[in-house]
């Protein structure tokens, strides 16, 4: 397990460049989600939210299985189920994301995960 971590870890600092090609800022939150899942394991953070912290793994382990919806055989149309269903995950779990990078430290920007900006006051 630890050499599968390593490769993990490996992957998400140096993309090959078919993964560079994924939609824009899905490895840092790839990052993100690591970084978090390292410190809740080694115990040094403990989420607000367990939800969150399921809806991210789940999402996690639907990525990694074996089984797909679309076959990832089929190239990029292959991965778009995957990327779908870690995008819907990381808009789930936005509010602890957000949390844990105060924790550590780290600009929720840089992730995606800036607040959005409130709405312009109108004038007529």
Same mark, same amino acid.
């Given at each position: 397990?630890?050499?599968?971590? &390593?490769?993990?870890?490996?992957?998400?600092?140096?993309?090959?460049?078919?993964?560079?090609?994924?939609?824009? &800022?899905?490895?840092?939150?790839?990052?993100?989600?690591?970084?978090?899942?390292?410190?809740?394991?080694?115990?040094?953070?403990?989420?607000?939210?367990?939800?969150?912290?399921?809806?991210?793994?789940?999402?996690?382990?639907?990525?990694?299985?074996?089984?797909?919806?679309?076959?990832?055989?089929?190239?990029?149309?292959?991965?778009?189920?995957?990327?779908?269903?870690?995008?819907?995950?990381?808009?789930?779990?936005?509010?602890?994301?957000?949390?844990?990078?105060?924790?550590?430290?780290?600009?929720?920007?840089?992730?995606?995960?800036?607040?959005?900006?409130?709405?312009?006051?109108?004038?007529?």
């Amino acid at each position: 397990m630890p050499a599968r971590a &390593g490769r993990v870890a490996h992957f998400l600092d140096r993309p090959p460049w078919w993964a560079r090609a994924a939609p824009k &800022g899905l490895f840092s939150r790839l990052r993100l989600f690591w970084l978090l899942a390292t410190d809740f394991v080694s115990g040094r953070y403990s989420p607000a939210s367990w939800r969150a912290l399921a809806t991210l793994a789940a999402a996690a382990a639907y990525v990694l299985a074996p089984f797909d919806l679309i076959p990832d055989v089929l190239g990029p149309i292959g991965w778009a189920d995957d990327v779908l269903v870690l995008a819907v995950a990381f808009n789930l779990a936005r509010r602890e994301l957000r949390r844990y990078c105060e924790w550590k430290g780290l600009s929720p920007a840089h992730f995606g995960l800036a607040e959005p900006s409130p709405p312009a006051p109108r004038t007529s």
